[in-house]
């Protein structure tokens, strides 16, 4: 493990509920959050226009496209001394990989040649991923489960239907 790693894993360990929650977590689910929600219009219409290899590059590029705007704009946006909100490089470290991490796993699905096949799997992917969000911000910020499954569910909804209506276009 790197200093680096060990660094940030000591100070998780040393931290009270606040600093995680405004030094880690919510960097992080900011990050899988718009990963995860706006990867998922251009993926679709992709796949629906051009087949699962454009949908797989398509979108690997907008998670890492994503990845970097968010972490780059993260770091840029808050030096913590104001807000207490941590190291703005570190935040945006999270936060970038994080975006990538949302917006890479449902991607993977188009691997797989047949359109039809991969769209059904990246549609589990997405599932999983929303309700991977929810029961963060359950444990962390606190959210109703119901609440917050309704919410991440209509954004991801939202998005996913504007690339399927455009791939249909």
Known sequence: ??????????????ADERE?????????LIGLIDGTVS????????AYVAGSRAALLVGLASALGAAISMGI????????SLTGRGDSVNRGLI???????????HSLPFLIPNVSQALLV????????LLAIAFVRKRYLKVALSQSLVQVTMAGAMVAGVGIAIGHA
Do not use: C, N
């Not at 990867?39 to 992709?46: G, Q």
């Not at 704009?73 to 913590?80: C, F, K, N, P, T």
């Not at 990246?122 to 991923?129: G, L």
């Open 20 to 28: 995680r929650v405004l030094q880690v977590v919510q960097p992080g």
């Open 95 to 105: 936060t970038g990989i994080a975006t990538f991490i949302g917006g890479a796993f």
């Open 73 to 80: 704009s993260e770091a840029l946006s808050d030096d913590g």
């Open 1 to 14: 493990m790197t200093a680096a790693a060990q660094a940030l894993i000591a100070r998780w360990k040393g």
């Open 39 to 46: 990867t998922l219009a251009p993926i679709f219409a992709s």
């Open 122 to 129: 990246a549609y589990a992917v997405v599932a999983i991923e």
